[in-house]
């Protein structure tokens, strides 16, 4: 009885998925996440994901992340470093 329960809400998933636009290889995404952030830091620049995914998204995005804390980090390190400079 258990096996028909797991069918429907498998079942059930795809429907939901489908209709958000996503596909069985969508999921999990923290780790398209976690390679476009670490693609970052290593100095990869090219999305591995076909662009038209969510797995393509979420790598931007990690990536984006990645870039935005290393700029944060740049300027406020240049900022103390022109303000020694000054004084």
Excluded: T
Excluded at 3 to 23: D, E, P, T, Y
Excluded at 72 to 82: A, D, F, G, S, T
């Amino acid at each position: 009885h258990s096996n028909k329960n797991n069918q429907k809400l498998r079942r059930k998933r795809k429907m939901i998925n489908r209709r958000h636009g996503l596909s069985k290889y969508d999921a999990p995404l923290r780790i398209q996440f976690q390679k476009g952030y670490d693609s970052f830091k290593r100095g990869r620049i090219r999305n591995p994901f076909n662009p038209n995914s969510m797995q393509y998204r979420e790598w931007e995005r990690g990536f984006n992340l990645a870039f935005s804390q290393n700029l944060k980090r740049v300027k406020n390190y240049e900022l103390r470093n022109r303000s020694k400079r000054v004084s």
